[in-house]
């Protein structure tokens, strides 16, 4: 019996004698690297606290409604009876206004660390933890949008310098943008580091009435270290907070301010 062997037979897109055309692999798809996913983690933290913020009319509002009624209401009460030797000219008003420029940045801080401990309890946080983002971006991308919101509202402050005798062009303003941004990313670690510990909204409040807001008062935002007794003027010497006062005191009064009222 012969045996029949099948010969091909080819096909109309195809010559005979020409070999088939091999069809090339698709090319791999390019993931992102490491850095552009801790990058983006940040990236989208910060914007969201941001937008966050801006969706809350009433927060935007009593952000600066709040510290001029502060500013204005113990100014006008203390400008008769603030008396610093070798500070003439310099009344309370001006005294007491870099204090509240680092209020607005410490109560920004506050609020908007607060975020932490909702973020936990909605979920959002532990999602977060479990994307491709690293933990210290995670943390980066939360003090960087709290720090901005800070940023913001103590700069729309700021525009109301030339009521407190500001000279607008005498300002040191490489030195009041360092303080600034140094003291919100500053206090907005402080907060966070505390948000993270305490598991409540109301016990996060305790625990930034019994340290941060001591910490303002005593930072010689509400009255000079000259003046005061022995061991409340060491202690206000050795608060943190001194520096980021008196930091914005020297820019936009000069060193002179610091000097008279014996804080340098």
């Known amino acids: 019996m012969s045996t029949h062997v099948p ?40 914007v969201r606290d941001v937008v966050r913020f801006f969706r809350q009319p009433s927060r935007v509002v009593g952000a600066l409604a709040q510290p001029i009624l502060f500013w204005f209401v113990i100014g006008s009460g203390f400008a008769g009876s603030f008396r610093v030797e070798g500070a003439q000219g310099l009344g309370y008003q001006q005294f007491f206004f870099p204090g509240v420029v680092t209020m607005v940045v410490l109560f920004s801080a506050i609020f908007a660390t607060i975020t932490v401990i909702e973020d936990r309890k909605e979920g959002f946080l532990q999602a977060v933890l479990a994307g491709p983002g690293s933990r210290l971006a995670v943390v980066l991308g939360k003090a960087l949008g709290s720090s901005t919101i800070a940023l913001m509202q103590a700069s729309l402050f700021l525009l109301f310098a030339p009521l407190a005798g500001v000279d607008v062009r005498a300002v040191d303003y490489p030195l009041l943008a360092a303080v600034m941004v140094l003291s919100a990313l500053a206090l907005t670690g402080m907060g966070m580091a505390l948000a993270w510990w305490v598991r409540s909204s109301a016990g996060y409040h305790a625990v930034m009435s019994l340290v941060m807001l001591p910490m303002w008062v005593l930072s010689g935002a509400m009255f000079p270290v000259k003046g005061a007794g022995p061991v409340l003027s060491w202690v206000m010497l050795l608060n943190p907070m001194r520096f980021s006062v008196e930091g914005v005191r020297r820019a936009l009064y000069g060193a002179q301010a610091s000097l008279a009222v014996g804080s340098a």
């Open 7 to 46: 010969v091909p037979v080819p096909t109309s897109m195809e010559a005979p004698g020409v070999a088939a055309p091999v069809e090339s692999a698709p090319a791999p798809r390019r993931e992102p690297g490491t850095l552009a996913l801790q990058w983006a983690t940040v990236r989208v933290l910060l």
